[in-house]
Nanobody, 116 residues
Framework: QVQLVESGGGLVQPGGSLRLSCAAS????????MNWYRQAPGKQREFVAG????????NFADSVKGRFAISRDNAKNTVYLQMSSLKPEDTAVYYC?????????WGQGTQVTVSS
């Protein structure tokens, strides 16, 4: 079974930084693209960042380019989202995602609140 567990969210002031982690169970991890999504109150879930299985290619939503970085440690079955220069509009629940076949798997999410 695929299980994804996010951690690292919290309250941070504008301009601050946070690092989110997503720990995955299962032997699939090192062969899959891993993604981060987020969902703000009253809005649809949106793509934030993705990283290929070997970590060689990343891509980001325009809204976070230059501020966020994504990385992974396949030995630890963990993907990270380093968030810097945070803005109030980054406030959302952040979700880890992996697709296996035609099925999308999601973690429970971790809340990030950017506020002074």
């Amino acid at each position: 079974q695929v299980q994804l567990v996010e951690s690292g969210g919290g309250l941070v002031q504008p301009g601050g930084s946070l690092r989110l982690s997503c720990a995955a169970s299962g032997s699939f991890f090192s062969t899959r693209v891993m993604n981060w999504y987020r969902q703000a109150p009253g809005k649809q879930r949106e793509f934030v960042a993705g990283i290929t299985s070997g970590g060689g290619t990343t891509n980001f939503a325009d809204s976070v380019k230059g501020r966020f970085a994504i990385s992974r440690d396949n030995a630890k079955n963990t993907v990270y989202l380093q968030m810097s220069s945070l803005k109030p509009e980054d406030t959302a629940v952040y979700y880890c995602n992996v697709r296996s076949g035609f099925v999308d798997y999601w973690g429970q999410g971790t809340q990030v609140t950017v506020s002074s």
